[in-house]
């Protein structure tokens, strides 16, 4: 297996499978269903190419799609000092999160640092999840509660998530749970059973387009799923595809570990800002990031439009940023986006730099010089209306 796309096969290496790494519940079928090249993210194999880019693109935007996100490693917190644990260990206040509904969350350091930046979902009573971008956060909220003598346990259960993503996606999964599907509000979850599978599904996924996490709540499971929904979205043309690099930009939604790292704070990526919200009770980072608010930052991460010809490649390593000569900072992601139809991408700069149009020199790793000019994040209509559909919504 190679882990380059075909544009860049004179790079190519080989990826070996063995049992140091983990396999999701529908590895297999991804298999089958045509995936020539993984990732590695959060010690689990991640379908990274099926087919162009570009074709992807518009069966996502037009249509319907399934991915296989199992690396999404789902941490549970639960127990009687679960919800007071849960609302420590984010900027956010979560002291009005009803069961069922979900949040996108920050985990903070004790400096306001981004220890992670995942899809939280209140399931039940006394019960959350957080699914997780890629890092061992499960081991930071573990160290939290042992440090603090919470009644919680910490732990990886058997939940393994698949995104249904595209304009079609909810009549898909209608054929499959029934009409309620239709009742999900953005940013909240519910169980259903599909063909006898348990299964809990949230209205969230990276795309900003209509779609939804069906998560698989026996791992034994996960052909029988697959093919389900395969069988459930064939009259709409369902393709099993990679995550969207492109329409995840478009909509600005970041990469952690790339984008944003645990030396950035929410502050300092716009766009993240209101998630570091006013609360009297206390949060790891509360004080840090109070202070930081009241003096401000010293750098951005902001949006980039790359002039030229379109970019057919991600980046292997970030693009070194000039302004009158002088380097001034990085590009962390670019890609063509066939909607906008432009280069687009993140670029973190000094805060005097941060305001869109300002004009920068971007340097490839090939050396080649691209000029860029800084844009507000997300590049899409900010209510989600171009390209997504009538379920689309702002993050929660």
Known sequence: MVNERPEMLAKSTTLYFGPWYRRSPFFEATLRAGCSAYDIYNHMYLPAYYDDPDEEYRVLSEGVTMWDVGVERTVEISGPDADRLVDLLTCRDLTRCAVKQGKYMIVTAPDGGIVNDPVLLHVDHDRWWMQLADSDAHLYALGVAAQGGFDVEVTLPDVHPMQVQGPLSARTLAKLVG????????????????????VLISRTGWTALPGFEVN????????????????????FGIRPIAPSEARRIEAGIFNYGSDMSLADTPLHVMGLERLVED??????????????????????????????????????????????????????????????????GYVWVPIELAEPGTRLEVESEDGERLVGVTAAIPFVDPRKERPAGSLAAQPS
């Open 216 to 235: 698989l709540l026996d791992g034994s499971r996960g052909t029988d799923l697959w093919n389900a929904v395969a069988e459930a979205g064939e009259e």
């Open 179 to 198: 009409p309620a599907i239709y009742d999900l509000r953005y940013y909240w979850c519910d169980r259903f059973e599909i063909r006898g599978i348990p």
């Open 279 to 344: 609360q009297p009770q206390d949060y790891i980072g509360k004080e840090a990031l109070e202070a930081l608010k009241r003096t401000g930052v010293d750098r951005k991460l902001v949006g980039i439009e790359l002039e030229g010809e379109q970019l057919r490649a991600e980046l292997s390593v970030y693009w070194p940023v000039f302004a009158e000569g002088r380097r001034v900072g990085h590009v962390t992601d670019a890609v063509w986006s066939p909607g906008l139809g432009r280069n687009i």
